[in-house]
């Protein structure tokens, strides 16, 4: 244990952090690869072969982002014994907001009653964004303003992918994830080790909405404020950065690659898990899988297979786990953990 905390001094985090809950929402309404195929031009046989999606959800029309957060927050609340009224920073993750203003997290907050929260969104990394908010929540959580930080990872792509359009359409799921941070009492608990990089690409990107090409009537025509996806470009980046970026948080963690229990990784793609997991030499089991049966959830994708453990409570005590993904930008990142 002595080892443990002195490799702990070199990341200049001084209070152990835990995962003290985690909570999820799927909609209810399944689409399966044949109700695809009724739509635009692809098969299961293609979607399976490409991507090792069966099926994803998406949410009903009266619905948004906010609900399913909303959702993910209370069941990992209770999970964690805690309220609403508890938590003193809500940081949502999503490249798929209810609307441009006010703050998908401001939203969130009022809906929960979680009165005294500081709230934060990460908005532009897309499936790298909750990452980058276990960052940040994390770093909080040595401050003696913060106890408790709710982080919500959600995206709702079925509103942001073209229902015209089978390279992006067949990839995407909606749904919500959340973790609960507390502060830990078991020394050496938490953040171990991190790596984040980026390198300017609009191999995924959304043209249309911002500053430089605001709505008209010509780009919705043009269908520009659909997401756009250069499948190539996603490969090659996230087979190349998601391994080394792995080996460099662990590195800099003080442990062996073969050591961390477990690999939470950017659930975009099945051939994409097994590649990284291939790279590192490591046994595909210890990555569990979500992107099956619900696809690529962006922000939330990393988050459900966290769940998926947590909740079959396979995450134990003094267990070694990593969270990375890669998102557009592209921005990538990695996490290695300690369990508390």
């Known amino acids: 244990?002595?080892?443990?905390?002195?490799?702990?001094?070199?990341?200049?985090?001084?209070?152990?952090?835990?995962?003290?809950?985690?909570?999820?929402?799927?909609?209810?309404?399944?689409?399966?690869?044949?109700?695809?195929?009724?739509?635009?031009?692809?098969?299961?046989?293609?979607?399976?072969?490409?991507?090792?999606?069966?099926?994803?959800?998406?949410?009903?029309?009266?619905?948004?982002?906010?609900?399913?957060?909303?959702?993910?927050?209370?069941?990992?609340?209770?999970?964690?014994?805690?309220?609403?009224?508890?938590?003193?920073?809500?940081?949502?993750?999503?490249?798929?907001?209810?609307?441009?203003?006010?703050?998908?997290?401001?939203?969130?907050?009022?809906?929960?009653?979680?009165?005294?929260?500081?709230?934060?969104?990460?908005?532009?990394?897309?499936?790298?964004?909750?990452?980058?908010?276990?960052?940040?929540?994390?770093?909080?959580?040595?401050?003696?303003?913060?106890?408790?930080?709710?982080?919500?990872?959600?995206?709702?792509?079925?509103?942001?992918?073209?229902?015209?359009?089978?390279?992006?359409?067949?990839?995407?799921?909606?749904?919500a994830a959340a973790v609960v941070l507390t502060r830990s009492s078991t020394p050496g608990a938490g953040l171990l080790g991190w790596d984040f990089g980026s390198e300017l690409s609009y191999g995924v990107q959304i043209p249309a909405g911002g500053s430089r090409l605001p709505v008209t009537a010509q780009t919705v025509t043009d269908r520009k404020h659909f997401l756009k996806m250069d499948g190539r470009a996603v490969w090659d980046t996230a087979t190349r950065r998601l391994p080394e970026s792995i080996l460099n948080a662990v590195d800099r963690a003080g442990l062996p690659v073969g050591e961390i229990t477990h690999f939470f990784v950017h659930q975009a793609n099945l051939n994409i898990i097994t590649a990284t997991m291939d790279k590192l030499g490591v046994p595909g089991h210890r990555a569990p899988i979500t992107v099956d049966r619900l696809g690529n959830t962006g922000s939330a994708g990393v988050f459900t297979a966290l769940h998926q453990s947590f909740s079959q409570q396979l995450v134990r005590r003094g267990d070694t786990y990593v969270m990375s993904a890669i998102g557009a930008g592209f921005q990538w990142g990695s996490l290695c953990l300690r369990h508390g």
């Open 1 to 175: 244990m002595t080892a443990l905390i002195d490799r702990l001094a070199g990341s200049g985090l001084s209070v152990p952090v835990t995962v003290a809950g985690t909570g999820l929402h799927l909609p209810a309404a399944t689409v399966t690869n044949h109700q695809l195929a009724e739509m635009v031009d692809t098969s299961d046989e293609w979607i399976v072969s490409r991507t090792g999606i069966r099926e994803r959800r998406w949410l009903a029309p009266d619905q948004a982002t906010s609900d399913m957060c909303g959702s993910a927050a209370r069941s990992a609340l209770t999970a964690a014994g805690l309220t609403a009224e508890d938590v003193d920073v809500i940081i949502v993750a999503t490249y798929t907001n209810d609307q441009p203003l006010p703050a998908t997290a401001l939203i969130v907050k009022d809906g929960l009653g979680a009165h005294r929260a500081l709230t934060l969104d990460i908005t532009q990394a897309a499936c790298a964004n909750g990452v980058q908010a276990m960052l940040l929540g994390v770093h909080l959580l040595q401050t003696a303003a913060a106890e408790v930080v709710l982080v919500i990872a959600a995206d709702c792509a079925s509103r942001v992918t073209d229902p015209q359009e089978r390279t992006t359409r067949v990839f995407f799921g909606d749904a």
